[in-house]
């Protein structure tokens, strides 16, 4: 099994265990703290395209407004099929299966999150430069 196969397991394994105990709320007040911090830097509106890098079983996109709402997991799959994550989750947020270094959508995305997942990662950091340096 490879580094990356172990840590996947490891992480679907953490929240299958803990899937019935877990409460979600938690993510509510993960996106008002988004929201204040980025208060004066730039608004969140119904236009603003984000984007989740490593959504898990919901995450803070659940919760900001805006009708352009995508999430990226390789683990989707799993996060999708655990009935009490999917039905917590806004039906209007876009989730796909894939890693933060295949972004799958073409999108201008004027916020990306990534929370929890910075220790997965090394290329992702620089591809996402790379990306704004396009002018993405
Ligand atoms: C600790 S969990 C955090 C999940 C969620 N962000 C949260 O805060 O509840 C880390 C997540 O990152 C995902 N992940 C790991 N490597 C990734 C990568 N290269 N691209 C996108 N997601 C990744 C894992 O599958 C896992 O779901």
Sequence with gaps: MSRWDVAQSYEKDWWNIRKDELDLEFYRSFAREIKEKLSGIMEIDKKTHILEIGSGAAEDITFLESDHRYAIDPLEDFYSSVEKFARF???????????GEDIPFESNFSLILLSWIMYWITVMIQRLSLWRQKGC
């Design 89 to 99: 989750r806004d039906k209007k947020v876009k989730y796909q299966k894939a890693k």
